[in-house]
């Protein structure tokens, strides 16, 4: 079963999330007090925990959000997934819009950890159906 391990905000760009108890997203904004929300492709950030084990395995000490995702998923290999794909997280529909981004030069998350993830396999959503996410909720695969 894939589930939601951690779910992250930051009220600013380019900087590490911190995990909070649960997250409300709305459509065509994306998550009320995150940095990224509003009406564009990227409005949800994806990461799997299984990519961040990459970076643990090399020594680091890694909390949920160190490298911006808003959510942390656990049992689903996100990037691998078509730009266009429909998940279902808890009551909430997220599509899928892009697969990893540049990175930018000289980030905050780059610096603390060595190297960034999220460019190769971290996926990006848009909201779709509204509701709350929280940890534990399980995802499922629409389409």
Known sequence: MAEVVA???SDKKGVVKHPVEFIT???DYGIEGDAHAGNWHRQ????ADESVDTMRNKGLTLDAGAFA???LTKGIDLKTLPIGTKLQIGKTILEV???GKECHKGCEIQ???GKCVMPTEGIFAKVIEEGSIRKGDEITILV
């Open 97 to 99: 819009t892009q697969i």
């Open 44 to 47: 949800i950030s994806l990461l």
């Open 7 to 9: 779910v992250c905000i």
């Open 111 to 113: 610096k603390k950890t």
């Open 69 to 71: 995702e808003n959510i």
């Open 25 to 27: 997203v709305r459509k």
